[in-house]
């Protein structure tokens, strides 16, 4: 059984750098053709795909221009850990942030991921 877990603070000031970590147990996240997704959901909105970063280390960002230059994803395999950090954060970036995967493909517009974090809230302000 796949188990992830999001850590980071759960309030960032506005113009700083939100950084969040996802310690992945029960698989490595250098498994083939899985990739290892950051989504958040804003109070009151859908689902957001930000980025994944897949097993042989390739990243994929949305190419919303208002995200995908502050978007960076890595990963540290020494630990099983990927970390999402979203940069230059307004408080609309406030949302509940998660980390989830799939085997196959980096974004899916159902969000039928296989494996979810449980969210972690982080909210900007100042």
């Known amino acids: 059984q796949v188990q992830l877990q999001e850590s980071g603070p759960g309030l960032v000031k506005p113009s700083q750098t939100l950084s969040l970590t996802c310690t992945v147990s029960?698989?490595?996240?250098?498994?083939?053709?899985?990739?290892w997704s950051w989504i958040r959901q804003p109070p009151g909105k859908g689902l957001e795909w930000l980025g994944a970063?897949?097993?042989?280390?390739?990243?994929?960002?949305n190419p919303d221009p208002s995200l995908e230059s502050r978007t960076i994803i890595s990963r540290d395999t020494s630990k099983n850990q990927f970390s999402l950090h979203l940069s230059s954060v307004t408080p609309e970036d406030t949302a509940v942030y998660y980390c989830?995967?799939?085997?196959?493909?980096?974004?899916?517009?159902?969000?039928?991921?296989?494996?979810w974090g449980q969210g972690t809230q982080v909210t900007v302000s100042s």
């Open positions: 029960g698989d490595s996240i250098t498994t083939d053709d899985y990739y």
């Open positions: 970063i897949a097993y042989e280390g390739s990243n994929y960002y």
């Open positions: 989830a995967t799939r085997q196959g493909a980096p974004y899916y517009s159902d969000f039928e991921y296989d494996y």
